[in-house]
């Protein structure tokens, strides 16, 4: 909804938008993704590869995001990501995945600085559920505001009756 959103209503032209682009980094500096890199099997333990949701590349990346074009993907993307949406009956949308998500476009962030460029990172949450008592909490939503104001990752959240819009500033390009 959001990927389909940015390429028919967002002026965002078609060659710089990718939707669950594998964005495969060869030397892991960060500290969550070191744990994570080394959670895998040893034959494919070098390297990890996060998946944003959706990702806005700047013209370099001439619409050629594939995994052999890891580097140039990295050094052009301006903008990625993650998206929560919840739609779940007797059950809501908790702090724990909104704030491991913050977390992976934190360490993704740190990993592309490390490279020599940067990008803005967006937690998007969709609270869907038509119940009050299906939607988060007003601790879980203070939870992970503070959490993305702390990493400077931009925080969105969007209800039937109520709309976030929490920006850091703290991105440089």
Request: net charge neutral.
């Amino acid at each position: 909804m959001v990927y389909h959103a940015l390429r028919t209503c967002g002026g965002v032209p078609i060659p710089q938008i990718g939707m669950n682009v594998k964005q495969y980094i060869k030397t892991v500096t960060s500290e969550m993704f070191t744990k994570l890199a080394d959670r895998k099997h040893a034959d494919f333990s070098q390297g990890f590869e996060p998946i944003p949701d959706v990702v806005i590349f700047g013209y370099g990346v001439n619409s050629d995001w594939r995994r052999r074009n890891y580097e140039n993907t990295l050094k052009h993307t301006l903008l990625a990501i993650e998206i929560k949406a919840s739609e779940r009956a007797k059950s809501r949308l908790g702090a724990a995945e909104i704030k491991s998500d913050i977390l992976k476009l934190n360490a993704h962030r740190q990993e592309v600085r490390e490279l020599g460029s940067d990008f803005i990172p967006v937690m998007m949450v969709i609270d869907t559920a038509p119940l009050e008592s299906e939607r988060m909490t007003e601790w879980s939503l203070g939870q992970s505001r503070d959490l993305a104001k702390s990493v400077g990752v931009e925080f969105r959240y969007f209800s039937m009756d109520r709309v976030i819009v929490d920006s850091t500033n703290s991105t440089s390009i």
